[in-house]
C-alpha cells in the first residue's frame, strides 16, 4: 500500500518546449514525487518559483545535465528538493561509443570521401587517405565522473594513450588502469595539453569549467588536437574556437554542445570546413533503449527513497556544490 500511495504522487511528463498548461501546473503543484525532463522543471520554476512546488521531496530528471536548472536559481539557493539525475552505464556507453565513432571517422577521412562521393569526384575517389590507428592517439579526456572514466575505459581498450583532467584533486590511483596521466584544474591545464592529440570534453558547466579552453590557453596544445566537445558548450566561446582554429592551434573541432542553443543561423560553425557538428544527440539512442535505462535508473532510486537509502546521481546542497 506504501508503494501505491507513493507511486500516486508521481507526475511523469514527457518533454517538451511548449508552455504547461494551468491545468498541468496545478498537477506538478501537487506531486511529491518528479520524474521529468530538466526543461520542465526549469519551466515550473521560472513561471512559479521554488514555492510553488512545496509538496516535492524528490525530483528525477531524465537528462545527465542539470545546469541550465541550476542557472535559473540565485546563486547559493538551498534546494528544498532532492534533485537526481541519470548516471546510468548505458548513457556512459553511449557517449563513449560516440567519441570513439568521431575520432575514428576523422582519421579515416569519412567525411571528405563522401563529400567526393557526392561530387562524383572519380580522381579523388581512388585517393588513399592515410591515417593514424587508436593505438598511436593522445587523447585528452576532460573530466572523469562516470561518463568520462566509462570513455577512458574505451578509449584504453583500443590503444589510446590516455591523459585526464579533473576539476578537483583526486589520486592517480583512482582513475587507473583507465588514465595513464592525470592532472588537476586550470593550474594542470597546461601541462594537460601539451601532448593531446584529441581533447574530449566532458565537463559539465560550473564557474570553474567556463571558458578553461578560452583565450590562449590552446597555444600550449603542441599537436594541434581536434577537440570533441560532448559536455557543455561554454568551455570555449565561438569567438576563442574561431580563433584557435584559424591560427592553427587546434586542427578541428567536433562539437554535440554549443555556447548557444539553438546555434544562430549566422553562426560560422555552419559553414566552416573544419567543424563537425551534431545536434546534441551523442547520449541518444532509440526510445525503448532510452525508456529502458531510465526506468531502471528510477526504480532503483524510488526503491531507495522509500527505504530512507542515499540515492545515486544527487546534486548536493546549493548551487555550484558538487554532485556525488
Not at 22 to 42: F, G, R
Not at 61 to 82: N, Q, S
Not at 150 to 176: D, I, M, N, Q, Y
Not at 188 to 201: E, H, I, R, S, T
Request: aromatic share 8%.
Amino acid at each position: 500500500m506504501r508503494v501505491h500511495k507513493a507511486l500516486a504522487s508521481i507526475i511523469i511528463k514527457k518533454y517538451t518546449e511548449r508552455d504547461l498548461t494551468d491545468e498541468e501546473l496545478n498537477l506538478l503543484s501537487k506531486a511529491q514525487i518528479l520524474l521529468c525532463d530538466p526543461q520542465t522543471l526549469t519551466q515550473v520554476l521560472v513561471r512559479k518559483g521554488l514555492n510553488f512546488l512545496a509538496k516535492l521531496r524528490w525530483a528525477h530528471v531524465t537528462w545527465a545535465g542539470v545546469d541550465r536548472l541550476m542557472k535559473i536559481l540565485t546563486p547559493g539557493t538551498e534546494m528544498p528538493f532532492i534533485l537526481t539525475r541519470i548516471t546510468r552505464d548505458g548513457l556512459s556507453r553511449l557517449m563513449a561509443k560516440y567519441v570513439v565513432g568521431q575520432i575514428v571517422c576523422h582519421e579515416r577521412g569519412w567525411m571528405d570521401t563522401h563529400m567526393k562521393q557526392i561530387k562524383k569526384d572519380c580522381i579523388g575517389w581512388h585517393t588513399f587517405h592515410s591515417f593514424r590507428s587508436l593505438d598511436q592517439l593522445t587523447v585528452g579526456v576532460m573530466g572523469l565522473g562516470k561518463i568520462g572514466l566509462t570513455t577512458a575505459k574505451v578509449l584504453k581498450g583500443f590503444g589510446c594513450r590516455v591523459h585526464g583532467l579533473v576539476r578537483t584533486p583526486r589520486s592517480h590511483s583512482s582513475v587507473e588502469p583507465f588514465v595513464d596521466q592525470l592532472w588537476h584544474g586550470r593550474e594542470g591545464l597546461a601541462d594537460f595539453l601539451k601532448d593531446c592529440d584529441y581533447l574530449v570534453n566532458l565537463m559539465p558547466s560550473t564557474p570553474l569549467t567556463h571558458g578553461l579552453l578560452g583565450d590562449e590557453v590552446l597555444t600550449g596544445a603542441s599537436r594541434r588536437p581536434v577537440i570533441v566537445n560532448v559536455g557543455r558548450g561554454d568551455i570555449i566561446t565561438e569567438a576563442d574556437l574561431l580563433k584557435a582554429l584559424e591560427q592553427g592551434w587546434i586542427f578541428a573541432a567536433v562539437l554535440d554542445c554549443y555556447e548557444k542553443e539553438p546555434i544562430p543561423e549566422d553562426s560560422f560553425l555552419w559553414t566552416h570546413p573544419r567543424v563537425v557538428m551534431t545536434p546534441h544527440n551523442s547520449y541518444n539512442n532509440n526510445e525503448d533503449y532510452k525508456r529502458h535505462h531510465i526506468q531502471t535508473e528510477f526504480i532503483v532510486n524510488f526503491e531507495n527513497f522509500l527505504a530512507g537509502q542515499p540515492l545515486t546521481g544527487r546534486w548536493i546542497g546549493k548551487l555550484g556544490i558538487k554532485r556525488r
